[in-house]
């Protein structure tokens, strides 16, 4: 554009933001995600008239949401110590979290329930585990930063 003899080139320089999302804020909102999803589940299957027993006591929905949430948040802590002392944080996050994961599900094959409430148990930790670790995974950088 030429006005008056003087040429002006139009701004090149992008308005990027370099901010990025704290682990915690992630790793808190996918566990709330995983808390509403495993919670769901076991409602859906309480009203389907599926037993939700074990030894003859019921489990509360909210045993669901609070079990997903004290276990979210320690992986969330788990996540955060190997970021700042792992050699590849995110590869051990990885391997750790998948070898928690099958041992989560060694208790529900052990408990005095009906074969479909195990299974709904193992499902909700299968269910909880997708959702929360690849996206606390996708926060961990590959190799220590500090």
Same mark, same amino acid.
Do not use: N
């Given at each position: 554009?030429?006005?008056?003899?003087?040429?002006?080139?139009?701004?090149?320089?992008?308005?990027?933001? #370099?901010?990025?999302?704290?682990?915690?804020?992630?790793?808190?909102?996918?566990?709330?995600?995983?808390?509403?999803?495993?919670? #769901?589940? %076991?409602?859906?299957?309480?009203?389907?008239?599926?037993?939700?027993?074990?030894?003859?006591?019921?489990?509360?929905?909210?045993?669901?949401?609070?079990?997903?949430?004290?276990?979210?948040?320690?992986?969330?802590?788990?996540?955060?110590?190997?970021?700042?002392? %792992?050699?590849?944080?995110?590869?051990?996050? $990885?391997?750790?979290? %998948?070898?928690?994961?099958?041992? #989560?599900?060694?208790?529900?094959?052990?408990?005095?329930?009906?074969?479909?409430?195990?299974?709904?148990?193992? $499902?909700?930790?299968?269910?909880?585990?997708?959702?929360?670790?690849?996206?606390?995974?996708?926060?961990?950088?590959?190799?220590?930063?500090?």
């Amino acid at each position: 554009m030429t006005i008056s003899g003087y040429t002006t080139a139009p701004s090149t320089t992008a308005t990027t933001s #370099s901010r990025t999302v704290p682990l915690w804020r992630t790793g808190g909102l996918a566990a709330v995600a995983a808390a509403l999803a495993t919670t #769901s589940i %076991a409602a859906v299957a309480d009203g389907a008239g599926m037993s939700l027993d074990i030894s003859g006591e019921p489990i509360p929905l909210l045993g669901f949401t609070q079990m997903t949430l004290l276990c979210s948040a320690i992986g969330i802590v788990l996540a955060v110590a190997l970021r700042r002392w %792992a050699a590849t944080p995110k590869r051990t996050f $990885l391997a750790v979290t %998948a070898a928690l994961t099958a041992l #989560s599900v060694v208790p529900d094959l052990l408990v005095s329930a009906a074969p479909s409430t195990r299974a709904l148990l193992m $499902l909700t930790h299968l269910v909880a585990a997708a959702i929360v670790v690849p996206l606390v995974a996708g926060r961990l950088p590959a190799a220590r930063t500090r």
